[in-house]
């Protein structure tokens, strides 16, 4: 009797992590720096967080719709490829066992050993054996686009929600200092959690995500300062 275990590997939260990391980026990032931005413009509090509400509710969508678009793409190439393998195993069975047969002697079987592995996984599950070993597509990483969507948006959502909460409780005097030293902040703690989650160093993540968030509030608050003495 063999007892069934499986182990939980980080490259199955590959997916969903890229797309909720990535959309918390996004939401802190854009959002702090619009705030930001439109505050070094002599904007008044109120039009700040207007601006502020408006750039999380359009964030949100277009991270939402660019995530579904860009992961259907994926879908869609998957699903045309797995129905050409399903074509060519009915066309050519036997010229596919060969193919998948010499897929596992180029990966250290001999030629008799991957004959039998290929014979049972033909046996057992032909397309699935395919989709794997030639395509490279599994259940693990198949692209999933609403939930890539759904996470993207939520994900911005709640970053953006962050530099903006903190824009409506400090004053007007103070919120350009605040909301650049919070974001930073939240920045940091999100890269360096992305980063254990994905197994890497923590403070390599959290640097790495603040430096680009620095710059990108630095720049925008610079365009907002020199367009608002313009004007």
Sequence with gaps: MFLSHRERHRTERIGWLRATVLGANDGIVSTASLL????????????????????????????????????????????????????ELKLDAPGEHKELTAIYVARGLDAALAKQVADQLMVHDAIGAHARDELGISAAFSARPIQAALASAGSFAVGAAMPLLTAAIVSEAS????????????????????ARAGGASMTAGAMRVTLWGALAMGLTAGVGALFGTAG
């Design 36 to 87: 930001l931005g439109v505050a070094a413009a002599h904007a008044t509090h109120n039009n700040v967080l207007v601006a502020g509400v408006a750039g999380l509710v359009a964030g949100a969508m277009s991270m939402a719709a660019g995530e579904y678009v860009s992961v259907h793409s994926q879908a869609d190439t998957e699903q045309a490829d797995l129905a050409l393998e399903r074509t």
């Design 175 to 194: 919120l350009i200092p605040v909301v650049s030293g919070t974001s930073l902040m939240f920045l940091a703690i999100l890269g360096g959690l992305a």
